[in-house]
C-alpha cells in the first residue's frame, strides 16, 4: 500500500525557511512525478513544485520559483521542499503526491503539514 507522510512544518516569521519532507513507501517510484501543493483553508488546491524520480526534472509554480526547490533522495525514499524566503502568503497545509509518468491525475496523497508564516 503506497503511504505519503510529510514532516517539517511549523510556525515561522517572514522571511524564514523550512524544509518540508515527504517520505514515500509501497511501490517504486521510479517511473513518477512526485508532487508538492498546498491549500488554504477556503481556497483552492495549488501547484507549487514537482519533480520527476528518474531524472531528477523540476517543475515550479510562478509562486514557488527562485524560493522554493524539489529534491528527492532516492536512498531514502523521500521528497524534500526546501522553503527559503518564506511569505505570509505560503500560510498553507502542504501536501506530498505521486503521479505516473503518461497519466494526468495525481494519484496518491499525503495527510499533509501545516506551514504558518507569521509577519
Known amino acids: 500500500q503506497v503511504q505519503l507522510v510529510e514532516s517539517g512544518g511549523g510556525l515561522v516569521q517572514a522571511g524564514d525557511s523550512l524544509r518540508l519532507s515527504c517520505a514515500a513507501s509501497?511501490?517504486?517510484?521510479?517511473?513518477?512525478?512526485m508532487g508538492w501543493f498546498r491549500q488554504a483553508p477556503g481556497k483552492e488546491r495549488e501547484f507549487v513544485a514537482a519533480?520527476?524520480?528518474?531524472?531528477?526534472?523540476?517543475y515550479y509554480a510562478d509562486s514557488a520559483k527562485g524560493r522554493f526547490t524539489i529534491s528527492r533522495d532516492s536512498a531514502k525514499n523521500t521528497v524534500n521542499l526546501q522553503m527559503n524566503s518564506l511569505k505570509t502568503e505560503d500560510t498553507s497545509g502542504y501536501y506530498c503526491?505521486?503521479?505516473?509518468?503518461?497519466?494526468?491525475?495525481?494519484?496518491?496523497w499525503g495527510q499533509g503539514t501545516q506551514v504558518t508564516v507569521s509577519s
Open positions: 503526491t505521486d503521479r505516473r509518468v503518461g497519466k494526468d491525475e495525481y494519484d496518491y
Open positions: 509501497g511501490r517504486t517510484f521510479s517511473n513518477y512525478y
Open positions: 519533480i520527476k524520480w528518474s531524472g531528477g526534472s523540476t
